[in-house]
């Protein structure tokens, strides 16, 4: 094998590294939500369970999450300035103070997407790819946007 060759190999391998490592995240929300974009700090309080209802309303906030890591899921929490590992603790210690439920958990961002469009008042995040036009998208996470 040639240097070249072996130059040429380790290039690609990186550069799907990097493609991957990342991904275009939007937030969605039932269509009738309140409002029409969310701040960094709303969300984070959102997804900590600091706010439970939407702002203006009193229709309770259903937070849902993806079960798997992923590239979506990384995004979102690296987003917000979190790990998932780091919010599943902040959710279990709210549970056990009686101040919250934890997120609804999905197997798959289709299965989340279908919650949030049956659930008034969900809220979730998915691979921008996926969004179709019967959520409200709140805003839309670029890649290695944090």
């Known amino acids: 094998m040639s240097l070249r060759f072996k130059k040429e190999i380790v290039m690609v ?30 969300l984070l309080d959102f997804y ?11 229709l309770e906030i259903v937070v849902c999450d993806l079960r798997e890591k992923g590239d979506v899921k990384d995004g979102f929490y690296q987003y917000l300035g979190k790990s998932s590992s780091r919010m599943r603790s902040i959710w279990l210690k709210r549970k056990l103070a009686g101040e919250g439920n934890p997120p609804l958990f999905f197997q798959s961002e289709e299965a989340l997407l279908q919650h949030v469009i049956d659930t008034p008042g969900a809220i979730g995040f998915v691979h921008l790819s996926k969004v179709t036009g019967t959520v409200k998208v709140l805003i839309e996470i670029d890649d290695g946007e944090g």
């Open 48 to 58: 900590i369970g600091d706010i439970q209802a939407w702002p203006s309303s009193e």
């Open 13 to 42: 391998v990186l550069l799907c590294c990097v493609t991957t490592a990342t991904a275009q995240v939007a937030v969605v929300a039932h269509k009738d939500v309140p409002i029409e974009s969310i701040s960094k700090d709303q």
